[in-house]
């Protein structure tokens, strides 16, 4: 049975680090969000084998646009939401282990490339629909800091880092994905705030103005106790908004199914931004709070712009 979490108890989560886009034509969703949104790069389109990735930032929260190898998905979709632990990982874990949030054992990539990445996955059940297809979730009963615990993250570690290893996850893989990410990279925070600030400086927020991420939308029915557990937000309903202590809120609508709807981005002048859209011929609907693009012009993905101040 869960009990909420005392008030001096701290939260699992520091802020979403990213979003995950799945793609069949990673290079030109990519292009999409580089040249005609005009995001920064933090790491370029790069092929590690098993998946593709590249990464760009949008002031707040960044963008990862990947096709991982075996993953039977033709749309473009929003596909994975990732959160910035504010402990690390093995504590963190641990918290996991007394909100009773099933996760899979930490598994620790490396990625060699421009950029030189360790980064700690830690994925998470019972909050989207069509989760990884893994007989190893720990509980309540063998989850946590423990012998069992490290052996499986060992194990688990050592698998990814081989061809048969990848192969066999990418057969796990569902249809969306929540994990905790804890990277291991010099200056990590300090790089993301250098680029987000020259890129503000340099290019003022690109075509549209853009100058971060206002939230982060799901559709929910029937995990809203899980996302409780996780944010320790006992009131947590399908209509709630959640913020964190930096970056973008997430936002629940109710529906039919448990998945990721999209996300908006924040703009300095929304009018200013309509008029752009509707001259591009991108502009789907607008009211005063919101300005939505038709999906069509943007690989069929949920996105609008709305004036609001990032967080």
Known sequence: MYTPMASTTPTLIRCIDHVVIHTQE???VFALFRDVFNLPIVWPITDYGMFISGGV??????????????????ETRLYGLAFAPSEPTWQMV???VTRGILHTPPVTMHYEGTMQAKATLT????LLDGPLKTPLWLGRRWGGDNRIGRALSAFSTWMADTTIGWKAFAKQLGDSMVFMCEYKIDRYEERLAEL????????????FGITGIAGVALEISTTAACWGRLLD???????????FSMGPPLRFHPGQRN???GFDFCVADLELTTRKLEQKGWLLAKSKERATVAPDRVEGLTIAFCEARPS
Do not use: C
């Open 26 to 28: 990673p290079e030109r």
């Open 57 to 74: 930032r949008s002031g707040n929260m960044n963008i990862e646009i990947g096709r991982f190898a075996g993953l039977g998905l033709s």
């Open 123 to 126: 994925v998470l059940r019972d």
């Open 94 to 96: 641990n918290g996991l």
């Open 196 to 207: 987000t600030a020259d890129w503000q400086r340099l290019r003022g927020g690109g075509p």
């Open 259 to 261: 998945r990721l709807i």
């Open 233 to 243: 937000r006992p009131d947590l309903d399908a209509s709630s908004i959640h913020s």
